[in-house]
């Protein structure tokens, strides 16, 4: 799909393109999503170099994400995406150009389209390509710190629920998966404070994009927050590491205390078994053989020998 966003008399215009369309040349803002091969062909009529494919999105060397070329400049950025429960990073390519961006992404992302209703609302004045670049970012970074505090409020509910007394197995195994997936959108959480660093970074070292006072101003700000927010990914891996241990040691807490009562069961039932087996050898000459009361005495004597090891288990606390 080609979406091109026009500036007309200080007011946003949203035009849905097709491959028989031309580029308007007041076209402030370029969005591609999920492009066919005749989009991407359509699109490279209006590039001197190569359209990046997915391959080319993908990849994480600094040259490969961020380069400066004849078409201008260009950032590979990754962008949260909330897929139910589980969070996804998607790589967009933007294209900053002196009149003009152009954003290619293979799938849809929330935060475009609430920077999108921003721009409709007029909450977000469109006056240069570089507006729609850090509004973009602004709204990425927000959503981030958002997410962050979402997965501190899961973990500290997750860790009253796994500490708590009358939490059973079945459980446990919930706050086992929900741990592992708070750990999963965090570490995506950090990877795309981290990959919007290096772009804004590499936004202000550029040379050839000349940034005004006020869109530097955002930019730093924005680098501010990122460094404010990266200790709180840390701290959350190492909550997360804590619940993880603490999970895992109740588990084997009542592994063991399972273990140990089969132990002791058996060691109960060791003197009895013992003289069970001493008159199960049927020897001939066995006195108690014949004896008329040998078998309740017996039967006394197993009785009284596994009573008396439960006893003494029981008073010295291991039961």
């Not at 139910?84 to 929330?110: A, C, W």
């Not at 079945?170 to 708070?182: A, M, P, S, V």
């Not at 990959?195 to 680098?223: A, P, T």
Request: hydrophobic share 40%.
């Amino acid at each position: 799909m080609i979406t091109a966003y026009r500036l007309l008399d200080n007011k946003l215009k949203i035009d849905h393109l097709t491959l028989q369309d031309e580029l308007p040349g007041d076209t402030v803002w370029l969005d591609l999503v999920e492009p066919t091969d005749p989009e991407r062909e359509w699109l490279h009529t209006y590039c001197v170099e190569e359209v990046p494919d997915r391959e080319d999105l993908n990849e994480i060397e600094a040259s490969s994400r961020f380069y400066q070329d004849k078409d201008g400049t260009h950032i590979h950025s990754f962008f949260p995406h909330r897929s139910g429960k589980e969070l996804r990073t998607i790589s967009v390519s933007f294209n900053l150009r002196p009149h003009m961006l152009i954003t290619l992404r293979d799938e849809d992302v929330g935060l475009f389209r609430l920077v999108r209703n921003y721009f409709k609302r007029n909450q977000v004045e469109i006056d240069s390509p570089m507006v729609v670049l850090n509004a973009l970012f602004t709204a990425k970074v927000d959503y981030l710190a958002d997410l962050l505090e979402e997965v501190y409020e899961t973990l500290e509910e997750t860790g009253h629920m796994a500490l708590s007394e009358g939490t059973n197995d079945e459980q446990r195994d919930d706050i086992l998966k929900n741990i592992t997936l708070q750990e999963d959108i965090n570490g995506k959480i950090r990877l795309s404070l981290l990959d919007s660093q290096r772009s804004l970074r590499y936004l202000v070292r550029n040379r050839r994009i000349r940034l005004s006072d006020i869109h530097q101003q955002e930019i730093m700000d924005m680098l501010r927050d990122i460094d404010s927010l990266l200790p709180h990914t840390a701290f959350l891996f190492d909550k997360i590491n804590f619940l993880l241990d603490a999970v895992m040691g109740f588990i084997n807490l009542e592994q063991n205390k399972i273990i140990k009562i089969f132990s002791v069961a058996a060691t109960i039932f060791m003197p009895p078994t013992l003289i069970a087996s001493s008159y199960g050898m049927n020897f001939e000459l066995m006195p108690e053989l014949h004896w008329t009361y040998g078998y309740p005495v017996a039967i006394g004597i197993m009785i009284a020998s596994g009573l008396s090891t439960y006893l003494f288990f029981k008073r010295k606390g291991w039961l």
